[in-house]
């Protein structure tokens, strides 16, 4: 039984009037297409980090990390260790990212024109708009169900606070673009830092370190503290995450969106940068709440990824505290919706639209396309949310889907940015074989028949193949075409 | 060589720490990031008015 309380609702409805008023007041400041999606590339450093940090955290991976911290002690956090190495070194180094930004271009694909030509734009997009949205499905039902698990909602009332803090969300997007996600991502950040440090000290005063560390060496050995030894983690998905997370930092849209709106390249790269150890902080801290439900019920929770908010929703925290924990999390999950809703838009509007404007568009049509698809985005994913049924582990789902488009838009980017012999027939081989492998495992693993010869092989091993399929058929369809391209970088 | 559980431990530290840290430091300097921007933003919108 949750102990909610008029006040913890209080605290909720201050946060939510004060993140819709934020998001609404900026709408003055839009004037062009450019201001809406890229905010007229003003954005700097500490900004940045904010709303890259909201944005990449939501409940979908506050629960994610929980679960993996759950099933696979400290060991599961590995995967944030991976993601912390990946931005810290191409913060530092620039890779690929400073000629992305120094290009000018508002989504990847519009880099990619000038490299492969149009259709591989076109084609580009098209996996983008697919991986992200299919990713982004079940951000809303893992969210109403953290949510009703912890305010002890009824069931049946799941659909209606999706739909509510959806609207909410798609309301101050749609009328301030990534101005709105800007600002209202600065205040989700401070919001959700408040709230996770909160419950997350209270949660080692109630549970004892030493416990924690015994509860995993009991359920998991050596293998709950050494990703390496671990027997469902191992080095084929370590080295799985090392290029899921790499690909991620260079070519994930809404990650992108950070470095295309800032100032200048060095500003992104600092953003890069200084966010950078928040990616083992997403993993480690709600994989303590993971450890610590395993510690308080056991090991029999399922499905598994709703272990941390019984246990969230079973502790009696001071007063006020389960308000400040929902605030959190409806902070997290609305930064991430919002960012979400508009980079993949972005990406509609810019480039699997280009073929339709064949004149320049005026500010204000283009405006009204963008907010139209933002509105249309936000009811394919009420209707994916609620039909979609999660067959496997939370973060196995989200690598799976991202790969679609990470393994052969990373591969894309690269050879758009090194190397002169990159061509359009070897873009073409690296986009098809990048997205149809981990498409294929996803069809597999869903379909009876053909599921346990999917299990067989294992996500890990089909992404693994998708990153070395869309770098082999990129090489070979480049040497294949004659004549050669021109380097951007 | 130091335990499993004495290394997630300083882990868990640093994470603490770096949240505590970034979230004052944003508190402060996001803010200010968002006044300038929006001036910026305003000076921008009435140039093109302008011109």
């Known amino acids: 039984m949750s102990n909610f309380t008029w006040i913890d609702g209080s605290i909720i409805a201050v946060y939510f009037a004060l993140a819709m008023f934020a998001g609404l007041s900026v709408r003055k400041y839009i004037g062009k297409v450019e201001d809406f ?3 007229g590339r003003e954005m700097d450093v500490y900004l940045g980090v904010a709303s890259l940090a909201a944005t990449e955290f939501g409940i979908v991976t506050c629960m994610s990390s929980a679960e993996l911290g759950y099933k696979h002690g400290f060991a599961g956090a590995v995967a944030g260790v991976c993601g912390f190495l990946a931005m810290l070194f191409i913060g530092l180094t620039g890779f690929c990212v400073r000629p992305l930004r120094e290009s000018g271009v508002m989504t990847i694909p519009e880099l990619f024109e000038k490299r492969f030509g149009s259709k591989i734009r076109w084609w580009s997009g098209v996996v ?3 991986g992200g949205l299919l990713n982004m499905g079940v951000f809303l039902r893992t969210g ?3 949510l009703v698990i912890v305010c002890d909602i009824d069931k049946q009332y799941l659909e209606i606070t999706m739909t509510v803090m959806l609207v909410a969300v798609g309301v101050y ?12 991502d600065y205040l989700q950040f401070l919001v959700m830092s408040v709230g996770m440090l909160v419950v997350t000290v209270l949660t080692l005063m109630n549970i004892p370190w030493e416990t924690l560390a015994s509860t995993v060496e009991s359920n998991y050995g050596a293998g709950g503290f050494n990703p390496f030894v671990n027997p469902n983690i191992g080095w084929t998905y370590i080295i799985f995450q ?5 690909a991620a930092m260079l070519t994930w849209q809404t990650t992108i969106a950070r470095l295309l709106s800032a100032k200048d390249a060095k500003t992104g790269q600092k953003v890069y940068t200084r966010t950078s150890f928040f990616f083992v902080c997403q993993f480690v801290i709600p994989g303590i709440w993971g450890i610590a439900a395993l510690a308080t019920l056991g090991p029999g929770i399922v499905p598994t990824s709703h272990a941390m908010p019984t246990f969230l929703a079973q502790t009696a925290w001071p007063l ?3 308000g400040l924990l929902v605030a959190a999390m409806l902070a997290a999950d609305m930064s991430t919706d919002s960012s979400y809703m508009l980079t993949w838009g972005s990406v509609i509007y810019n480039d699997l639209m280009a073929p339709f404007r064949k004149t320049r568009w005026s500010e204000p049509r283009g405006l009204a396309w963008n907010r139209t698809i933002i509105a249309l985005i936000g009811l394919f994913l009420l209707v994916y949310g609620l039909w979609y049924p999660l067959q496997q582990e939370i973060w196995t789902y989200l690598t799976v889907t991202g790969t679609i488009y990470l393994a052969s838009m990373s591969t894309l980017l690269v050879a758009a940015c090194y190397w002169p012999r990159a061509n359009s027939w070897g873009a073409a081989g690296a986009i098809t074989l990048g997205a149809l492998i981990p498409f294929a495992y996803l069809v597999f693993e869903a379909i009876p028949v053909t599921r346990e010869a999917a299990l067989n092989i294992g996500a890990e091993r089909a992404g693994i193949a998708a990153f070395v399929g869309a770098g082999l058929a990129m090489v070979l369809g480049s040497y294949l075409k004659p004549g050669s391209s021109v380097r951007i970088a | 060589m130091i335990d499993g559980s004495t290394f997630w ?5 640093a994470c603490l720490a770096w949240f505590s840290t ?8 996001g803010g200010l990031d968002i006044k300038h921007m929006l001036r910026r933003l305003k000076a921008l919108k009435q140039q093109n008015r302008d011109e």
């Open chain 1, 37 to 39: 999606l890229v905010a």
């Open chain 1, 128 to 130: 983008i708009v697919l």
């Open chain 1, 144 to 146: 109403g169900e953290f």
């Open chain 1, 173 to 184: 997007t749609i009328v301030g673009g990534m101005l709105s996600v800007l600002v209202t």
């Open chain 1, 242 to 246: 090392m290029l899921v997370n790499a």
């Open chain 1, 320 to 322: 006020g505290v389960t």
């Open chain 2, 9 to 13: 431990w300083y882990v868990t530290a």
């Open chain 2, 22 to 29: 970034v979230t004052i430091y944003v508190a402060i300097r």
